[in-house]
């Protein structure tokens, strides 16, 4: 800082995070020493300034503290974070304010949500700055948890009969930074040398350190074939599709060829960076993804299963999955060396041998049978929790399900009776009545309308919208959908029974007060949350102490809006327009998140909502 002070420039800054590492610091004068989470503010602050400025950042990367952790060589921190997704909204701030991809978007049955990949996750905490009350700091009971037991196989693994149409094979893997592709790369090319033959592999890693895309090829042979090494058009023999958006993208199809080309594809679906961050942004569809790798490749060939999904649920970490895989394609008959040399080369890598030879093994048990496989571990997992029975008989007595308007067993059915059951508990019964009826009376006037095909589309999107808006997370329901946490933490498999958890919450009233950072509450709060829960019978009376706050009202205003919305939109239904009124009825998807999140949304659901509307006149309004 000294040497920049001679040179002239004009301002420096250090962010760190460690800020207390500066004490005692010799540093020139007017140097500033901040958190690491004000550099943004600090980017912004020296824009200001006429001349040249200078910005230190002193900060290990979050992604190599994760690997020196694994290797022993730091320690890991005693606490993990997890989110409660019945709290969570969805909204995106925390993969926004921590740039981590290990903040996946997750579907449930009642809208996307936000989960944390704890095998991936670096714990570097930045993902607690998100502005909302899901966040949960858990201490495991005895540091890492201990390996799972894992069930015998389901089925006798048998000698592989090759699909291989030559000596030279080519071995193309598309996969993702930081899950071991080029591990992979290297088993095969030992194997290969273990089993006397030739092999070179070459990657393509782009400078991934984590989440970018991998490429690695690898080609095996008798002898040194002629010719380049890498992939050309139409040249790959084998596909082992690690990623699925990284293999489905037209750059890795082009070196397929559907009558060469055998294809094991990993259909798991791992979000991008963009999609961590924009809701607005979801999965393409099968029909671009799995089906066109169908459409490059020697289709009747395909094995597709979702590795990633075996791999957490037999061992508790996404890291075996593409052994699975690995493993997968040899009893398929797709990898040209032994399975002596595969294994071989599996202890020789000396990474977590165990938990790898048992997932080449299992990978191999999915080609043999994978409803076996399945079969085998479904039996080991709890059976869902039952809905409320007054839900299903509130939802029956609609007409729903039951001969009414969607038809026995139909699909309004399916996405009442959880909405409805999670209103009684959100208020009350005649709450959830109202919602039910509510839903009903569009299903009436949409079914009063002869479009092609049939279809609930319009029905179906009001039943989630109105549900979404009416269950609207006040401090009664935080608290409700919170007293299970810490109950919920010690059963997951990454924490233990004997976990504690801490939830992270910043209440608007202490908001409002000053407070400018989030609390925990441990334990010790669950009076507190059983009593707000019980206080929720007040909600929106002038009894309720939170119910006069802006927000509040705003949210209860909300509810009448939308129904408002979708009335105006109906009336103006026909067979032309019904996509059209679908859409606007599917609009309150848009309000997610909390204060200053959600009141950002709410006036981009009101724009777009006014924008459609007019639409439906013929009026067409600014963007």
């Known amino acids: 800082t000294h040497w920049f002070q001679t040179e002239g420039v004009r301002q420096v800054i250090i962010t760190t995070e460690d800020v207390a590492s500066f004490d005692g610091a010799a540093l020139a004068p007017g140097v500033s020493v901040r958190d690491r989470a004000q550099l943004q503010d600090a980017l912004i602050e020296l824009e200001q300034v006429d001349g040249v400025t200078v910005l230190i950042h002193t900060d290990r990367c979050a992604t190599e503290e994760r690997r020196l952790r694994k290797r022993g060589r730091l320690p890991a921190p005693a606490e993990r974070v997890w989110i409660n997704e019945r709290v969570c909204e969805g909204c995106g701030d925390c993969g926004e304010q921590s740039s981590c991809l290990s903040v996946l978007p997750v579907e449930t049955e009642l809208g996307r949500k936000t989960q944390i990949h704890q095998s991936s996750c670096t714990q570097d905490l930045t993902c607690l700055r998100g502005d909302c009350p899901s966040f949960v700091l858990v201490t495991p009971a005895e540091g890492e948890p201990r390996a799972r037991e894992l069930p015998p196989l389901p089925v006798a693994l048998t000698e592989p009969v090759s699909r291989l149409r030559g000596e030279d094979t080519l071995i193309r893997m598309p996969g993702i930074g930081g899950t071991g592709v080029v591990t992979?790369?290297?088993?095969?090319?030992?194997?290969?040398?273990?089993?006397?033959?030739?092999?070179?592999?070459?990657?393509?890693?782009?400078?991934a350190q984590k989440g970018g895309p991998v490429v690695s090829d690898v080609r095996i042979a008798a002898t040194p074939p002629a010719g380049a090494l890498g992939a050309a058009t139409g040249t790959v023999d084998v596909l082992l599709a690690l990623d699925l958006l990284g293999t489905a993208a037209p750059g890795t199809l082009r070196a397929a060829d559907h009558e060469r080309t055998i294809a094991i594809v990993n259909t798991h679906e791992t979000p991008p960076a963009d999609m961590v961050t924009d809701t607005r942004i979801s999965f393409p569809a099968r029909a671009l993804t799995v089906d066109a790798i169908a459409a490059a490749t020697r289709d009747e060939e395909l094995l597709a299963f979702d590795a990633q999904a075996l791999a957490e649920r037999l061992f508790g970490d996404h890291m075996p999955a593409n052994t699975i895989v690995l493993g997968a394609a040899f009893q398929h008959g797709c990898i040209p060396v032994s399975e002596a040399a595969l294994e071989e080369a599996i202890r020789m890598n000396g990474a977590?041998?165990?938990?790898?030879?048992?997932?080449?093994?299992?990978?191999?048990?999915?080609?043999?049978?994978?409803?076996?496989?399945?079969?085998?571990?479904?039996?080991?997992?709890?059976?869902?929790?039952?809905?409320?029975?007054?839900?299903?008989?509130?939802?029956?007595?609609?007409?729903?399900?039951?001969?009414?308007?969607?038809?026995?067993?139909?699909?309004?059915?399916?996405?009442?009776?959880?909405?409805?059951?999670?209103?009684?508990?959100y208020q009350s019964l005649a709450y959830a009545r109202t919602y039910v009826e509510a839903v009903a009376r569009v299903a009436r006037r949409e079914a009063s309308v002869e479009v092609p095909g049939g279809g609930t589309a319009i029905a179906e999107a009001f039943a989630r919208g109105l549900h979404k808006l009416m269950a609207y997370k006040d401090e009664y329901e935080v608290a409700r959908l919170h007293l299970d946490t810490f109950e919920q933490a010690r059963r997951e498999a990454a924490?233990?029974?004997?976990?504690?958890?801490?939830?992270?919450?910043?209440?608007?009233?202490?908001?409002?007060?000053?407070?400018?950072?989030?609390?925990?509450?441990?334990?010790?709060?669950?009076?507190?949350?059983?009593?707000?829960?019980?206080?929720?019978?007040?909600?929106?009376?002038?009894?309720?102490?939170?119910?006069?706050?802006?927000?509040?009202?705003?949210?209860?205003?909300?509810?009448?809006?939308?129904?408002?919305?979708?009335?105006?939109?109906?009336?103006?239904?026909?067979?032309?327009?019904?996509?059209?009124?679908?859409?606007?009825?599917?609009?309150?998807?848009?309000?997610?998140?909390?204060?200053?999140?959600k009141l950002a949304n709410v006036e981009r659901y009101r724009a777009e909502a006014a924008r459609l509307l007019a639409a439906l006149d013929g009026v067409v309004l600014p963007v």
């Open 495 to 597: 924490f233990g029974p004997g976990a504690r958890a801490q939830v992270m919450l910043h209440p608007p009233l202490l908001r409002a007060l000053g407070l400018d950072r989030k609390i925990k509450l441990g334990e010790s709060a669950v009076p507190l949350f059983r009593a707000l829960r019980a206080g929720r019978r007040v909600r929106g009376t002038r009894l309720d102490p939170f119910g006069q706050t802006s927000m509040r009202q705003l949210e209860r205003e909300l509810i009448e809006e939308y129904r408002a919305l979708v009335g105006r939109a109906l009336d103006r239904l026909t067979p032309a327009t019904h996509a059209q009124v679908a859409t606007i009825a599917a609009l309150p998807d848009m309000v997610r998140g909390y204060e200053a999140i």
């Open 184 to 207: 992979v790369s290297q088993i095969l090319q030992m194997a290969a040398l273990l089993d006397g033959r030739w092999s070179a592999g070459l990657d393509q890693t782009a400078l």
């Open 352 to 425: 977590a041998v165990d938990a790898n030879l048992a997932a080449f093994r299992w990978g191999r048990a999915v080609a043999v049978d994978a409803g076996a496989v399945d079969a085998a571990l479904a039996s080991r997992e709890p059976a869902p929790a039952g809905l409320d029975p007054r839900a299903w008989q509130l939802v029956a007595r609609s007409g729903f399900g039951a001969g009414g308007a969607d038809g026995p067993g139909g699909e309004l059915a399916r996405l009442l009776e959880p909405r409805a059951a999670d209103l009684i508990g």
